[in-house]
T-cell receptor
Framework: KAGVTQTPRYLIKTRGQQVTLSCSPI?????VSWYQQTPGQGLQFLFE???????NKGNFPGRFSGRQFSNSRSEMNVSTLELGDSALYLC????????????FGSGTRLTVV | GESVGLHLPTLSVQEGDNSIINCAYS??????FIWYKQESGKGPQFIID?????DKRQGQRVTVLLNKTVKHLSLQIAATQPGDSAVYFC??????????FGAGTTVTVRA
């Protein structure tokens, strides 16, 4: 079956702009979570959605937001981009979250210039 | 095989040897643990998981050991192959719908 699909794979944006990233989970999975990966901070949790509801949120500024649609697809948005937002953004799909295992997509590489 | 007693950021292992990657987790309330492998340009790939009611779990060429007393997790890879070269992460969860990741260990397999 198809894995987790993230689009786009690469993105270059200018400081101050905003960006929207998309994630399509594995068919049947209702939990989608987002992570930011940087060389300095490693993998950091952003937020998790299940059935269109955010169940947990990481310690990121309000410029980072997300949502989930009724078909379980999810988007995350970063407004007023800063240079420090350059990172690999990873989406993880799970049947229900919790202890059900998480499958990651290949990520979106965002570069802010 | 080669092992790391404490977490080290890199591990070099001879092809064919067994390797052990260690991870110290932080939250005594964590009840679910996963090992991931990440190759360059790719997302983390699930290797094996273990719940806190278990001490050991085996997969294909891999074994995870959990020591809750000292909050320690290890991943053993048998007969390490060149394709095992990657960064390995341990992750923990307290069933709050998020994973907390360790710093990662870069494994390099020598031919």
């Amino acid at each position: 079956k198809a894995g987790v699909t993230q689009t786009p794979r690469y993105l270059i944006k200018t400081r101050g702009q905003q960006v929207t990233l998309s994630c399509s989970p594995i068919s049947g999975h209702r939990s989608v979570s987002w992570y930011q990966q940087t060389p300095g901070q490693g993998l950091q949790f952003l937020f998790e959605y299940f059935s269109e509801t955010q169940r947990n949120k990481g310690n990121f500024p309000g410029r980072f937001s997300g949502r989930q649609f009724s078909n379980s697809r999810s988007e995350m948005n970063v407004s007023t981009l800063e240079l420090g937002d350059s990172a690999l953004y990873l989406c993880a799909s799970s049947l229900a979250g919790g202890n059900y295992g998480y499958t990651f997509g290949s990520g979106t590489r965002l570069t802010v210039v | 095989g080669e092992s790391v007693g404490l977490h080290l950021p890199t591990l070099s292992v001879q092809e064919g040897d067994n390797s052990i990657i260690n991870c110290a987790y932080s939250n005594s309330a964590s009840d679910y643990f996963i090992w991931y492998k990440q190759e360059s340009g790719k997302g983390p790939q699930f290797i094996i998981d273990i719940r806190s009611n278990m001490d050991k779990r085996q997969g294909q060429r891999v074994t995870v050991l959990l020591n809750k007393t000292v909050k320690h997790l290890s991943l053993q890879i048998a007969a390490t192959q060149p394709g095992d070269s990657a960064v390995y992460f341990c992750a923990e969860s307290t069933n709050d719908y998020k994973l907390s990741f360790g710093a990662g260990t870069t494994v390099t397999v020598r031919a």
